[in-house]
Nanobody, 124 residues
Framework: QVQLVESGGGLVQAGGSLRLSCASS????????IGWFRQAPGKEREFVAA????????YYADSVKGRFTISRDNAKNTVYLQMNSSKPEDTALYYC?????????????????WGQGTLVTVSS
């Protein structure tokens, strides 16, 4: 069982920045692709970004491309989501998830382990 813990959420003004972290104590953390998803009130969960095991390959939802950056530090067992130029529509509960596949995907059903989420609120 891989445990994931998100942190870094909070309140930010539109145009501001936040950095979310997804940490794990799993010693084989580098064997998992990691994805970030979010769920806004009354909406379905949606894909945000994902990164491969090595960190070389990453994917982004069109809605965040150019504003968010996903990265990872396998030595620290941590994946980051840098959120810049935040918009009110970025307000959501953000989850990270782990997938055993070599390359990450946008389909939430392929992810095996999920964190509890961290809340991001962007004020206008």
């Amino acid at each position: 069982q891989v445990q994931l813990v998100e942190s870094g959420g909070g309140l930010v003004q539109a145009g501001g920045s936040l950095r979310l972290s997804c940490a794990s104590s799993e010693r084989t953390f580098s064997r998992y692709a990691i994805g970030w998803f979010r769920q806004a009130p009354g909406k379905e969960r949606e894909f945000v970004a994902a990164i491969s095991r090595s960190g070389i390959t990453s994917y982004y939802a069109d809605s965040v491309k150019g504003r968010f950056t996903i990265s990872r530090d396998n030595a620290k067992n941590t994946v980051y989501l840098q959120m810049n130029s935040s918009k009110p529509e970025d307000t959501a509960l953000y989850y990270c998830a782990a997938d055993r596949s070599v390359l990450p995907g946008q389909d939430a059903s392929r992810y095996d382990y999920w964190g509890q989420g961290t809340l991001v609120t962007v004020s206008s």
